[in-house]
């Protein structure tokens, strides 16, 4: 276990709990990413390129149920959540997902892209 | 809709619901990768590169459970499973799955091999 992953102290002082890169596993990554709600985060955040609080994401589900997609994104190692202030900001963990499993995110982004583009999904 | 996707009738006689190629879901089919014991048939599966009968799986639960989980795989639209005679058979949809999803099934097989490898788990 290294702590290479886990993500700095917010200003707020509040640290959310992370798995470290080696405790990512590929099944709970994938049921992460089969709910639709959070595969939509997840290509939000791709498309952003950055850190996105919270609030940016406008979801047909209640505050709790966004609050809940938020944890098992990062508790599947998916999503890194950090306090900014009153701001809980939400960046991807690109570079361990990468590390871990070349290529799977990129890959099933690419894949709900082209789902969207075939079955005229919303993004 | 295509009937390309659909299995040929077994010499049993008796013939299972499959989606066709384009009612398969990117969510379905992570939802269907993300279990450990779906994740192994799909490895065992792939490693076979032909159709294996259900009795060639020797899974650490139940035969129910494991007729479950190939009716998730089914109904996702990973597995294609025909009656030859008594024997259920079981393939997986490569055709279907990189015509729709190009690179995903390959890099989740990629992904779990490398967990496997890291922290050895059992195949």
Known sequence: MT???APAAGTGGRVL??????E???EAVLHA???????????????AGSELSCSCFELPVTKSTTTHHFRV??????????????????GLR???????FPGLLDHVLDAADRQARRIGEER
């Open 94 to 100: 690109r570079d361990d997902l990468e590390e871990l």
């Open 17 to 22: 709990d992370h798995p470290a890169r080696d």
């Open 24 to 26: 990512i596993r590929v």
């Open 3 to 5: 702590s290479a992953s």
């Open 73 to 90: 994104l990062r508790e599947s190692g998916i999503v890194q959540q950090v306090y900014r202030g009153t701001a809980k900001m939400n």
């Open 33 to 47: 990413l089969s709910d639709p709600m959070r595969l939509r985060i997840v290509r939000e955040l791709a498309a």
